[in-house]
């Protein structure tokens, strides 16, 4: 037995070293546990069997022999994640360098871009967020994303639409209505995409997990009407399509597809709002700002002006302005770095490596900004010089990936503020309920500010 037990340990650093030492196995964790599980069960089973006294019992040996196993490897990987990874230098806290739970475990409150902000002051400019990944808090981080020069592939985060055949019809409404909930999911396990991917494998009728599958399925019915009725002039999904049937068609191509119709969906729908709120929050904060905006829009003839309101240079600001401060999209945004590695200010990361960025970090950079907390709209219009460096706002991201439906969000959010402004006076229901927007925000993928109680007061009715 004791030779049984001393192979175990032995396997489980063989396996390590071999095998799992070799590049990012996390996107396979649900193949990893049905082949551990498989053979555990194999391993009981012909323990059982062979029995010398013939009668059932607990297979011990394969239990203990299994449990060592197990802690060899673990052991093993944490050792040398912790002291022998190429990425060991790079500071940050330890825990996390050993495993994605800790950083899961400090996001259990769907707050990862506070999270990530108190790393950024304590670590500074590069900080080993996980095992093999890298945030880069710089203003210039979005170059080494989605700049023009870079090679970087796509993460793991990108791999999550895959439905692992567990996919259910439903009415495609469903898909819309749970789709809050489906990405509340990602609150607290973005750090670790793995998760979900075991919940999606395993779980698919589970909790939140169903109604992130009837989200991805109203999303393909929505692609398949849509390739089915081709518009008189491209739509936004056009070049998905047309890319879609230049391909061989195979199943990559197909998830793919599904995949950035999810994306187009929740980024389209549950961007807005969140922006919409945080807006009026900053607006009912700052009422000499609405005012600003009001003096504005009354030499406008026609408020429903889309070209008209986009000249108006205070209310352009006050929404860049509040974009900057509590971003619609947080944190998200993963890249991998190009095999033969990537070298950003210097500092040089390895090759596959995980690199992220903090949108609501980077907006209060004091590199990139002057009086970074401060609310001052005029710093994108008559006080440029309060913007140090402006590669470091990005609320719709930048570059080849940036958000193609950025101009058409501008144009709503300048139409609802001026069709409120020019009819409302704004302000908060209580003074109790003023910073609840951006003391109970969470990070769920998209924004979900706190709330937002305000009361709409009709511009004749305000006593001066």
Excluded at 209 to 232: I, Q, S, Y
Excluded at 365 to 378: C, S, V
Aim: glycine share 6%; aromatic share 10%; hydrophobic share 45%.
């Amino acid at each position: 037995m004791q030779t049984q037990h001393l192979a175990a340990l032995a396997l489980g650093l063989v396996v390590h070293q071999a095998v799992f030492i070799r590049g990012e196995w996390h996107i396979k964790a649900p193949a990893i546990i049905s082949v551990h599980a498989t053979l555990l069960v194999a391993l009981c089973a012909l323990e059982t069997v062979l029995a010398r006294d013939g009668r059932p019992g607990v297979p011990t040996t394969s239990l203990i022999s299994s449990s060592l196993y197990l802690l060899a490897l673990l052991s093993s990987i944490t050792t040398y994640r912790l002291f022998f990874h190429r990425l060991h230098h790079f500071p940050g806290p330890r825990l996390v360098t050993a495993s994605k739970l800790w950083h899961v475990w400090k996001c259990r409150s769907s707050r990862s871009y506070q999270v990530l902000d108190d790393w950024h002051h304590k670590y500074g400019t590069f900080v080993r967020t996980g095992p093999s990944e890298i945030t880069i808090f710089h203003p210039k981080a979005y170059d080494a994303l989605d700049g023009p020069r870079t090679r970087s592939p796509r993460s793991d985060w990108y791999d999550i639409i895959a439905d692992f055949g567990q996919l259910k019809r439903r009415e495609w409404l469903d898909g819309a209505l749970f789709m809050r909930s489906a990405v509340g999911l990602l609150g607290p396990f973005s750090p670790a995409i793995w998760i979900p991917k075991i919940a999606f494998a395993f779980f698919p009728g589970a909790w939140r997990v169903k109604h992130w599958f009837l989200m991805v399925d109203f999303a393909e019915k929505c692609t398949d009407v849509r390739m089915k009725n081709n518009p008189k002039e491209p739509d936004i999904v056009s070049g998905f399509i047309n890319d879609f049937n230049a391909s061989a068609q195979g199943d990559y191509d197909r998830r793919t597809l599904k995949g950035d119709a999810a994306a187009l969906v929740i980024t389209g729908s549950d961007t807005i709002s969140p922006s919409l709120t945080i807006l009026l929050h900053f607006l009912a904060t700052h009422p000499s700002h609405a005012s600003r905006i009001r003096a504005e829009l009354s030499a406008v003839p026609d408020i429903s002006d889309a070209r008209a309101l986009a000249l108006l240079p205070h209310l352009t600001g006050t929404i860049n302005e509040s974009m900057r401060l509590l971003p619609a999209v947080p944190t998200f945004g993963t890249r991998m770095t190009p095999p033969e590695g990537l070298t950003f200010e210097g500092t040089f990361i390895p090759g596959g490596v995980k690199i992220c960025s903090s949108r609501y970090t980077l907006g209060r950079l004091e590199a990139a900004f002057e009086q970074p907390l401060e609310f001052i709209p005029e710093r994108w219009s008559t006080r440029p010089e309060l913007i140090k460096d402006k590669r470091a706002f990005a609320p719709f991201g930048s570059g080849r990936t940036s958000c193609v439906g950025k101009q058409l969000a501008m144009i709503q959010l300048r139409l609802v503020t001026a069709s409120l402004l020019t009819k409302y006076h704004i302000r908060f229901s209580s003074p109790d309920v003023a910073g609840l927007v951006e003391r109970d925000m969470k990070d769920q993928l998209t924004a979900k500010p706190g709330v937002l109680s305000l009361v709409f007061e009709k511009l004749g009715d305000v006593v001066a």
